[in-house]
Structure formats: C-alpha cells, structure tokens
DNA sequence: CTTATTGCAAAGGTTTTGCATCGCT
DNA sequence: AGCGATGCAAAACCTTTGCAATAAG
C-alpha cells in the first residue's frame, strides 16, 4: 500500500494533477532517482511533460517534505520518498543507491556532548564499493 | 603544525605550486569552504589566479583525497581538508558548518547486519537551525 | 470561478574543456 | 628538459524564471 496518492499531496496543499501524481510515482518505484532519469521515466507515460514542471515539482515537493534529497551520486542530485531516518550504501562505481534500515535512532550513540543548535534531520550515507561491483572486477 | 605542505602534495604525484599551496591553505584556514569563498580568498592574495584553476585543483586535490566534499550547503559545493571521520552540524539558515567529533567510530552501532559492499567512507550530517540563528528570530 | 500548475523558451549560474604558455621538479 | 599546471575564452551543462494557456478544486 502506497502512502503516495492523491490525498496525501492535497493534505500538503498542493493540487494532484497526472503529472505530479507519475513524478511521485516513479520516485517511488525507482526508490532512489535523478532527476534526468525521472524526465526519461515520466515521460514515457505522459510525453509531454516539461523538465521546467520536473523541477518545479521537485522543489515543490521536497518543500512540502513528502521527497528527500538523498545526496549527489556522481554529479547527479538522487531523491527518494520521505521516510523515516535511515542509512544510504552508496557505490562510488555504479551509484547504486541501497537503504539500510538502523537498528535504532542513528544519532545519539555517536555524540558526546550537545549538539550547536537544535536537530531537525539526520543524514548517514556509507560511500564504498558495491558487492556487485566488486565481483566484476 | 599544519599537515598541508609542498612534501604532502608531493607524495600524491602533485606539483606544489603557489596556487594550489595558496587554495590548501585556504580550505584549511576556512574549515569548510565554498568554491566562490575559495576563489575570493585566493585572489586576494594572488590576484591573477583563474576561477578553471580552482576548480581543476579541487578536482585533482579530491582524487588525491586530501581534501573532501562537505555537501551542499545552500546550493553550495562545500570542502573541507580530508581528516579522520567526523559529524557535521550544517545550519540550514546560515549555512554554518561545526565539526563535531564523535565518542568512538561513527559507524557499526546504528547497522543491524553486514553492509552490501565494502566501506570506504562514511558521512554524518546533521541538519538544523543553530544556536545563533535560533536567537536572532 | 479562482488559483495553482503546466509548458515553452529564454536567461542565469556553475562547471568543464581545449589549447597555448608557463614553471615546478 | 619534460611534463604537469595555469589562464583564458568558449562551450557545455544544469537549473531557474517569466509568462500565457490550462486544468484542478
């Protein structure tokens, strides 16, 4: 069951036009994406989508918090569904993008002391070379 | 005593000009700095360097790993002098990056298993409003 | 009906590239 | 002397913007 329908985008106040509604749906299948790989996809469904209204959305959806940025992959800025904290394995080679689920909140342990201002997200990507990458070698 | 001189450049396969001894030094003056920081400060004290200079030395001092990408503050490519693993406290108001060390190693006490690939790096970035900002509102 | 959203085309900003010259080792 | 590095200007690239037309609520 997704969580990403027409009514969570108009619970943010923002208007569920098709289009909205493939850009959301391809960061959701893909799990993590570019944004010119979310062009390709999207527009295969509906061709005539601009990349302007790709951007848009983007903006207007991280703004809303229903996507993240996960980082830059290889000069290219990746997103993803928002979610609840987790851990990103990202391969240096090929940029596969991998979640990992923490066994608990992934801030305190690491701390010794307070933090110089007041925490609102946390980001925790592992950088390294991927098994699959690895065995081609 | 500063770890960043002509003999470390050297022993990357580098060349230890004035100007990339002038952009290390500047990072690590900085702590965390941006391209336009970079390229300001530099030009002060000497003037006729060029803006694909910087660039081109930030390119070869990465794959020589002696300095590291922060992320992106602000729309910002952010460096700083590449050291022992660390967390990043990154205001999202001023952009004000803090080092923050952390108790021991940040990684193994958030995973519940074994990684998909083979660690290389990993990076901690905290999020949120600073104490300073917090109290300019 | 009202207002957000779209698509287009142009503008803006950043980063990269090619090449002749320069200078570190 | 040789080869990497520099500086310049142009090109490439990515992202944003303004605006008229469209469609969602």
């Given amino acids: ?11 943010c106040g923002l208007k569920a036009t098709p289009q909205r509604l493939l850009i959301l749906k391809h960061i ?7 944004i010119e790989q979310l062009f390709d996809a999207v527009q295969r469904e509906f061709p005539s989508i601009s990349l302007a209204t ?9 703004a809303a918090g229903l ?14 569904i928002a979610k609840e904290d987790h851990i ?7 940029g596969t993008v991998t979640d990992i689920r923490p066994r608990k909140e992934i801030l305190p342990e690491s701390l010794t002391g307070p933090l110089p201002g007041e925490k ?18």
């Fill in 1 to 11: 069951m997704s969580m990403i329908n027409s009514t969570a985008i108009q619970a």
């Fill in 28 to 34: 959701e299948k893909a799990g993590h994406i570019s």
């Fill in 54 to 62: 790709v951007y848009k959305n983007i903006d207007a959806l991280l």
């Fill in 67 to 80: 996507i993240r940025e996960v980082g830059i992959v290889r000069g290219k800025h990746v997103f993803e």
């Fill in 88 to 94: 990103h394995f990202i391969c240096k080679r090929c």
């Fill in 120 to 137: 609102e997200m946390v980001e925790l990507n592992i950088y390294g070379i991927c098994n699959s990458c690895k065995n081609e070698t």
